[in-house]
């Protein structure tokens, strides 16, 4: 017997190892669904072998991702640890769908002066008003 075995890890096993999906459950449903191929052939069954090299594409999340293997890991560590197991081989244009370009943020504006009416407990600043308007009104 030869001694050149490659190993091998389970296809749904692996995305819950590089933190593609939540659960191993969740990478079978994907997998028998049809929503992924390894080197370009399909695969839907979530117990099929992947290896060092191997250039996965699926839909996760309702977005394309391509990930070349780059070891098949050990276990499930931290997010750190799980990038180190695949290169992203995503195309950018669907990259800009996972992280859009940055935008300043529009704040959404506080209307200050809501309390028209007057009505109950004063704000903060309608009691700094008042405050000021009293002092300036010191008695004479």
Do not use: C
């Amino acid at each position: 017997m030869s001694d050149d075995k490659v190993e091998k890890v389970r296809l749904d096993k692996w995305l819950w190892f590089t933190r593609q999906v939540k659960t191993r459950n969740l990478g079978s449903q994907l997998v028998s669904r049809g929503k992924f191929r390894v080197n370009e052939q399909p695969v839907t069954k979530a117990s099929y072998g992947v290896k060092e090299g191997d250039v996965i594409s699926g839909v996760i999340h309702e977005k394309l991702r391509v990930l070349k293997v780059v070891d098949i890991g050990a276990r499930r560590g931290p997010y750190e640890e799980a990038k180190l197991l695949y290169d992203d081989l995503t195309p950018v244009d669907e990259l800009e769908t996972f992280f859009p370009p940055t935008q300043p943020r529009r704040r959404r504006r506080v209307d200050n002066h809501a309390r028209n009416d007057h009505t109950g407990r004063p704000t903060k600043r309608d009691r700094r008003e008042l405050d000021k308007f009293t002092k300036n009104q010191e008695f004479e």
